[in-house]
């Protein structure tokens, strides 16, 4: 078994930023890629960034490359979401979840364990 717990989410104004956090217990954390998803108001989860379980290959949706950076640190169990220049659009609940294998995927469903999510909210 695994706990992930997030933190890090918040009230930001558009152009801002927040980090993200994914704490890890349970598990040989540096054996498994990571994921975080979000879920905005009346839509359905959907990718946002994955990470192998090195570190050393990530991922992007279109929608946040090249203002979103997923990072991991192995010896604190944690994964990280740095996000700047936020956009309403952005405003969501975000999780994070592990995958049981050295490589990310984008599809939810091919992960394991998920976070109970951490809310952020983009004003205009």
């Known amino acids: 078994q695994v706990q992930l717990v997030e933190s890090g989410g918040g009230l930001v104004q558009a152009g801002g930023s927040l980090r993200l956090s994914c704490a890890a217990s349970g598990r040989t954390f540096s054996n498994y890629a990571m994921g975080w998803f979000r879920q905005g108001p009346g839509k359905e989860r959907e990718f946002v960034a994955a990470i192998n379980n090195s570190g050393g290959s990530t991922y992007y949706a279109d929608s946040v490359k090249g203002r979103f950076t997923i990072s991991r640190d192995n010896a604190k169990n944690t994964v990280y979401l740095q996000m700047n220049n936020l956009k309403p659009e952005d405003t969501a609940v975000y999780y994070c979840?592990?995958?049981?294998?050295?490589?990310?995927?984008?599809?939810?469903?091919?992960?394991?364990?998920w976070g109970q999510g951490t809310q952020v909210t983009v004003s205009s």
């Open positions: 979840a592990i995958r049981w294998g050295v490589y990310y995927h984008i599809d939810a469903d091919k992960y394991n364990s």
